[in-house]
Each structure stands twice: as structure tokens, then as C-alpha cells.
């Protein structure tokens, strides 16, 4: 019985880790040093499409704080420059209005141009991507993103874009995966 329990106990542990290692973003942080924290739970409380980790201490406050650099509008220009030379596809976490994907496609050119991916040969919402007090903006006309955060494989942002056949006129927030990764 106590060979089971230990093997179910061990199982579990390398589980979680595997599954922990896909969201780790950053080296870990000592978050409340000296808190003695009695809960805690995850929410989007800024709006980013990202959770905020929520904790409660043994005193009763609550408080938070955000997954260690995402959605905290600090791009730096070494990240600016790796969203640049990486281009690829990445998967929205939403569709836009008048896409036929149920997740939209946003596409990172070599030209530094962001534009939403329509099929093959099309392409909507195109603009070009410059790095403006910390944070990633790319505006054309009807067209306006701002990025929050970008590492190789993730990007969080907003957007609006009416061109093209998408009718995205209310800014939206969206988190994206890199397609391929």
C-alpha cells in the first residue's frame, strides 16, 4: 500500500511538472516575501486577456500580482527586435469579427508588417510594427495594434481593424500562440 501511494505521489509530482514547464515564462520570483498566504486564485483583473495571480494573507488583504512580464506594457528593444527577425504565424485567442477562422490567424512578417492572415495569398489589417514608450504599435489606416508583451512564441495585445472584409471596429484584447512551435 505504502509502494503504491509513494509511486501515485511520485507519478503526480513529474506530471505537474511537465505540465508546469509549458507556463513558466520567467526565472520564479519571490512574489510576498515574509507573507504568509492562506489562498490564491487567478484572474484577468486588467482587462490584458492574461490572469493575475490573487493571493489573500493571513492578515485578510488581498493582493496581486501580474505572471512575471506579460501584459505589463515594458517591451524592451532586444524583445522588439526578436518579434522583428522571428516572423511567423501565431493563433489568437479570439476570432475577429468577419474572419472565417474560429481563432484568428496574426501573421509577423520579415518587414516588420503585423497583418491578420486570411488564407494562402490573403492578408487583412496590415501595418507596420515600431517599438513607442515600451510597448509594440503598428497603425494604418483602420487599423491599430498595440502589443503588450512578445517572446518568440507568445504575444499579448489589442487591437481594432476594419479592412478587408474584417469588421473588428471595437478594440478587442487577445493573447497568441506561435503556430509550428
Do not use: W
Not at 35 to 49: I, R, Y
Not at 70 to 84: C, M, Q, R, V, Y
Request: net charge neutral; aromatic share 8%; with cysteine.
Amino acid at each position: 500500500m505504502k509502494k503504491s501511494i509513494f509511486a501515485l505521489s511520485v507519478t503526480a509530482f513529474f506530471s505537474a511538472s511537465a505540465f508546469a514547464s509549458d507556463y513558466i515564462v520567467s526565472d520564479p520570483k519571490v512574489l510576498l516575501p515574509g507573507e504568509d498566504v492562506t489562498s490564491f486564485a487567478m484572474a484577468d483583473l486588467n482587462g490584458d486577456g492574461v490572469d493575475e495571480l490573487l493571493f489573500v494573507t493571513a492578515s485578510g488583504q488581498l493582493k496581486y500580482s501580474q505572471l512575471i512580464g506579460l501584459g505589463n506594457g515594458l517591451i524592451d528593444p532586444n524583445a522588439f527586435e526578436s518579434l522583428k527577425n522571428s516572423p511567423g504565424t501565431f493563433e489568437m485567442s479570439i476570432s475577429l469579427n468577419g474572419d472565417n477562422y474560429r481563432n484568428t490567424r496574426l501573421t509577423i512578417g520579415s518587414n516588420s508588417r503585423i497583418s491578420i492572415h486570411r488564407n494562402r495569398t490573403r492578408t487583412s489589417c496590415s501595418a507596420t510594427m515600431r517599438l513607442e514608450n515600451d510597448k509594440v504599435t503598428a497603425k494604418a489606416s483602420n487599423v491599430a495594434y498595440e502589443l503588450t508583451y512578445v517572446s518568440r512564441n507568445y504575444i499579448v495585445g489589442t487591437m481594432t481593424c476594419t479592412s478587408n472584409g474584417i469588421e473588428q471596429s471595437e478594440q478587442v484584447s487577445f493573447t497568441a500562440t506561435r503556430l509550428g512551435y
